[in-house]
């Protein structure tokens, strides 16, 4: 009965509104403004809505990861999973650090993936401004056989890259942690694309003032595409955090070894089940420092979004 | 335009010839084994997944001892995370020459690894007479005395020389089998037996779901382990490591049918589930609380995970007492259980030295009483050799076996080293890991599709000949 | 400045741009100066191995281990036909295909939604934007898992239809609210559809974060001024999002869906991840198979046939990208 009532109480506001809206829309501009930004409002609402809903959905396995680490093995092994941890663990995360030599696997992936991304931007940016800027024949052959490469499923080239770092003789050096996957296509491809909305005319002007390439580079190209070069130093650092297979292969002390390599293999009991929630606290300790970075690195996103108002 | 391809064709092509000179193949040549370690400086490597909190420094206590006997030999062992990735990673290095010198497998692992003969086989060695100086002065043969080999628990030491050619390959590393968990609180409160055949098995099922309508009486952790020991105790043929009739492959028969047949019909009423079909681990199941959904009063599993069997304590007790026997049997007078566990296998090397020192490393971790028994305490895994029964310190440990969770680790152990009779091996061949997978997930989807399936009998052959196709192809 | 003054600039602008076109010839080994260390590196690391990829798919019955032991392979398109020839291929074409079909626009038409609603908000704007890039920081492997927990039906710890089914999965719980009954998802006896939403609704989860960030990166070094002239002429909304962002945004766009594609015809760890090695339910293993899957298969023990399943699918990919980067010539604004 009550429902009844709030029905017709919903159908009389809304011919109401209706009748208000075409008042309105025949006399008051003011007032239409107005009604643009209860629009406008409403969008918003919207807009927050859906992008709140979109971060609940993206944060649930963060959050899941969190509260697995802090089960006890048993409790996680459970086939219907709890959503909170019956008993908290925090003693998860004293083993993980202790059991995994984190310290040292910790410093090793930082020096690689800081040499690899500082070497891997020199190489991706003289590529891109290549394929970009420079005119010379065979250019887009070129470029159409870099781009076949990328669909090539990486997999089976480990069996042949194996055996040619160990005839070169890098195994168990951060060399063969670092060169083999200097050049990627996809991120020539991705600041090629950038380089090019750059305007050409930018180019051919420095040309005639006589501006060198690098000099060209250095000064209009790199600021005007930080954001990209930005995303791409992300992506490799991630590559760098998450590699797992080629250093597993190519090194065999912690001297080299990289941090996932760590957290594999360090919580392996002895029937060969993984304690799971051991190894999610790794997991979580590892992601803090580079979550970290992450914002870090976002204010320099920030920056260079605002400095590329000056092109055009 | 030309030029500039040409120019790069050119570099493409002295490349790939310098690469194709630097990667020729290096073959691998059965060396001649017939000497024996002369004192000199060798490094040997040991791949293997111990944990490196409480497996490694056993080892690392044996391998100093070793040591103190052939000062010269320098061990270097390694996790190489589990069993899989031990066998991808020599898989690889094997391409270039690079494998280790020891390496925990399993025999589907060396019979991976011999495709391209790079296990060395053991029989040479073995019987050496050849005799070799200790730091201490003392004298051993290179070879094993008929004690040593004798005191290798048979099933756990056959296993070595299953590879259809009649070498031995492997040693027993430390072993385990599948036991017979069952809830003992429950069974004596209802007065139930404890079950010796399938036959009983299936009357208990029915008893047991008639008593506890919610529960599911039993689970079998491993489909593959199942459905091979089910061969082995019918003697109904499962695999052959040399053809038969032009196929490795021949599971898919009539008596195989039939015991899916039975069991699938079991889980379709509700008395049996396994790991993968449950999405859990049986164990799980097996401590789940009285009453509970899906609750079992009987799991079938891995010796060595006996303390995953036994239930925490709730309030200071412990909710009930586990028991463990053998697994059921369909004949109990011809008992066949599955051995399971890591072996030890020697890889060819260019320096026969390293292969004497392996194989010398190799001999004593399996016949040392000493590692034998402080492996098992801390690892679960029973030893793969007897006389370890009569050493003090592991009597203590059998001595403290309970059915509670502080003694099952050591109950689980002495119900596995009273089955040294009944171990079976299964034939390993380059491809008898595809076979173990596929009869697996064959009986998953028998039992699966059992209940919707018009034709029973008709739906099991069509999956018994598919599982055989992709063993084949 | 005036339109005249704008077109004097333009004219001297050419007439120096062609005077520098006939020094361009001369400048034609710089940009291959610029290329050697990426080539250097491709040749050995990517190259190379190709070289070796098409040698081993040639090679009949090649196996790396029976190489190693002495035994030589007759060259022959053997490897290929037992690919081809082998039942579950079609299906690992088919399911392949289908992702890659629903997962691509899906993917990309929510992730330019999200990059342009974040581009449009201040309030939350930043903190939104960290929590969309945080999948990259966490493990694929547990990711999956969760995955699986969610759409979890049951611990079916026991058989039968007839059985209690007790739901635990979080999504079966939230459409339980609604009055949805509980649907099995993934556990034995699900059916292929269900497989396949919740592999796709996985996928383009993890798709995400990259399109996100490459199409936000995008939309922030969009000139503002173009949007200020669509404010002034109160364009509405949709307008401008069609007219203006789409076309500027079509490179990166492009890019996302080329690499979209291509990462969808690798998909692979994906199905591990929520169905386990067997790549199906229980009961039905295989059944979500990919071609990177059938790859992975062989890869272990029989190099030839992984070698030229891998060569089908580069063929494939091949194809599509090319279509692909026809379309996208015609379509986006450079």
């Known amino acids: ?312 | ?473 | 400045m005036s339109v005249s003054k704008l077109t004097l600039k333009r004219d001297r602008f050419e007439a120096k741009t062609k005077q520098f076109r006939t020094k361009i010839k001369f400048d034609q080994w710089k940009g291959w100066v610029y290329l050697a260390p990426c080539i250097a590196l491709l040749l050995v690391f990517t190259g190379w191995p190709i070289v070796n990829t098409l040698a081993m798919a040639f090679q009949n019955g090649y196996d790396t281990m029976e190489w190693i032991s002495g035994i030589d392979f007759t060259i022959g398109i053997d490897n290929f036909l037992k690919v081809i020839s082998y039942s579950g291929f079609k299906d690992c074409l088919f399911n392949t295909i289908l992702l890659c079909v629903i997962t691509v626009p899906i993917s990309t038409i929510l992730a330019l939604l999200i990059a342009v609603c974040l581009n449009s908000i201040k309030f939350l704007s930043r903190f939104l934007q960290t929590i969309y890039f945080l999948p990259y920081v966490t493990n694929s492997i547990a990711i999956g898992m969760v995955f699986a927990a969610m759409f979890n039906m049951v611990g079916t710890a026991f058989g039968g239809q007839n059985e209690l089914i007790q739901s635990a999965g979080i999504i079966n719980n939230i459409l339980g609210i609604f009055g949805v009954e509980p649907i099995n998802w993934i556990n034995e006896g699900s059916g292929y559809w269900e497989n396949i939403f919740v592999m796709s609704f996985y996928i383009i989860w993890n798709a995400l974060p990259f399109k996100i960030l490459i199409l936000l990166g995008g939309l922030q070094s969009v000139n503002k001024q173009y949007y200020d002239a669509a404010k002034i002429d109160s364009t509405p909304k949709w307008r401008v999002f069609t007219k203006i962002t789409v076309p500027l945004l079509s490179p990166m766009i492009a890019y996302v869906v080329i690499t979209g594609f291509i990462g969808g015809f690798k998909e692979y760890s994906s199905i591990v991840g929520i169905f386990g090695d067997d790549m199906g339910p229980t009961g039905d293993p295989r059944r979500l198979n990919t071609m990177v899957g059938y790859i992975y298969n062989f890869i272990d023990e029989r190099q030839g046939q992984a070698s030229a399943a891998a060569l089908i699918l580069f063929g494939i990919i091949f194809i599509v990208t090319m279509i692909n980067l026809y379309v996208s010539k015609k379509k986006t604004h450079f």
Request: hydrophobic share 40%.
């Open chain 1, 1 to 312: 009965m009550s429902d009844k009532i709030e029905n017709s109480k919903n159908v009389t506001s809304e011919t109401k509104g209706d009748s208000a809206i075409r008042v309105m829309g025949s006399r008051d501009i003011n007032k239409l403004r107005t009604s643009a930004k209860i629009g406008k409002g409403a969008g918003m609402v919207l807009t927050y809505i859906f992008l709140i809903f979109i971060a609940v959905v993206v944060l649930f396995p963060f959050y899941w990861m969190i509260i697995s680490s802090l089960k006890t093995l048993d409790e996680y092994k459970l086939s219907v999973p709890t959503l909170f941890p019956e008993t908290i663990v925090f003693g998860n995360y004293a083993e993980a650090f202790t059991q995994a030599n984190l310290g040292r696997l910790f410093l090793n992936t930082v020096y690689v993936g800081l040499v690899s991304t500082i070497l891997s931007l020199v190489i991706t940016v003289l590529s891109a401004f290549a394929f970009a800027r420079l005119e010379f024949k065979g250019k887009n052959a070129l470029f159409a056989v870099l781009l076949a490469t990328m669909m090539i499923p990486g997999e089976l080239f480990t069996i042949t890259n194996y055996q040619t770092v160990f005839y070169l003789n890098w195994m168990n050096t951060f060399t063969v942690l670092i060169v083999p996957f200097l050049v990627s296509v996809f991120y020539i491809y991705l600041l090629k694309q950038n380089f090019m909305q750059i305007p050409n005319e930018l180019y051919l002007a420095a040309k005639v003032d006589g501006t060198s390439d690098l000099k060209y580079l250095w000064r209009v190209m790199i600021p005007l595409s930080l954001p990209t070069l930005i995303s791409i130093t992300i992506l490799k650092m991630m590559g760098a955090w998450n590699s797992y297979v080629w250093p597993n292969l190519v090194t065999d002390s912690d001297e080299y070894r990289l941090i996932t390599n760590g957290l594999r293999n360090a919580f392996v009991e002895s029937t060969g089940d993984v304690n799971i929630p051991v190894q999610m606290a790794a997991v979580a300790i590892v992601s803090a420092p580079l979550f970290l970075v992450f914002l870090f690195l976002r204010k320099y996103i920030m920056k260079g979004v605002s400095r590329s108002g000056i092109k055009g």
């Open chain 2, 1 to 473: 335009m030309k030029r500039i391809l040409s120019i790069i064709l050119a570099v493409a092509m002295c490349m790939s010839v310098l690469l194709l000179a630097g990667c020729g193949r290096k073959k691998i040549a059965d060396a001649d084994l017939s000497g024996a370690y002369d004192g000199s400086e060798v490094t040997i490597t040991f791949y293997h997944t111990m944990s490196a909190t409480n497996l490694q420094p056993v080892l690392g206590d044996a391998i100093a001892r070793f040591n103190e006997l052939y000062p010269k030999i320098t061990v270097e062992h390694k996790q190489v995370g589990d069993y899989d990735a031990v066998r991808n990673q020599i898989k690889t290095e094997l391409t270039v020459g690079g494998q280790p010198n020891i390496a925990y497998c399993y025999p589907d692992h060396v019979a991976l690894y011999n495709v391209a003969k790079a296990v060395v086989p053991l029989d040479d060695l073995m019987a050496s007479t050849v005799e070799v100086t200790r730091a201490d002065g003392t004298k051993e043969i290179m070879g094993l005395t008929e004690e040593q080999i004798g005191n290798y628990i048979e099933g756990f030491f056959n296993e070595g020389r299953a590879f259809g050619d009649g070498k031995m390959y492997t040693l027993p590393f430390s072993k385990s089998t599948e036991v017979l968990y069952y809830n003992k609180t429950f069974f004596e409160a209802n007065n139930l037996s404890v079950p010796t055949t399938w036959d009983e098995m299936e009357a208990l099922c029915e008893t047991i779901k008639g008593i506890a309508p919610n529960s599911t009486p039993l689970g079998y952790d491993s489909e593959n382990n199942w459905f091979i020991t089910m061969c082995e105790q019918y003697g109904s043929p499962y695999t052959s490591a040399t053809k038969v009739d032009g196929t490795n492959y021949l599971f898919d028969n009539e008596t195989n049918h039939a015991f899916v047949e039975k069991f699938a019909s079991w889980y379709a009423k509700g008395w049996v589930t396994t790991k993968e079909l449950s999405g859990g681990y049986t164990s799980d199941a097996f401590k789940k609380a009285e009453g509970e959904l899906g609750k079992s009063y009987m799991s079938i599993g891995s010796s060595a995970g006996a303390v995953h069997q036994a239930p925490d304590q709730v309030n200071g007790e412990y909710p009930f007492e586990v028991g463990i026997v053998p697994i059921p049997q369909v004949d109990p007078a011809n008992p066949k259980v599955i051995s399971q566990g890591p072996s030890v296998c020697i890889f060819q090397q260019e320096n026969p030295q390293e292969v004497y020192a392996s194989w010398l490393l190799v001999k004593f971790l399996t016949t040392d009483v000493e590692f034998q028994a402080s492996f098992s305490e801390a690892s679960g895994y029973v030893p793969a050799i007897k006389n370890v029964n009569d050493d003090e310190i592991y009597k203590e440990f059998l001595d403290s076996a309970d059915g509670f969770k502080t003694g099952i680790a050591a109950y689980s152990a002495k119900v596995c080293l009273e089955q040294e009779k009944a171990y079976y091996v299964s034939p390993a061949f380059n491809g008898s890991s595809t076979a173990r997978d596929e009869v697996g997930l064959l009986m998953q989807s028998c039992f699966s599709n059992y209940e919707n399936a018009a034709d029973k009998m008709a739906m099991i052959k069509e999956k018994f000949a598919a599982a055989i196709e992709e063993c084949e192809y």
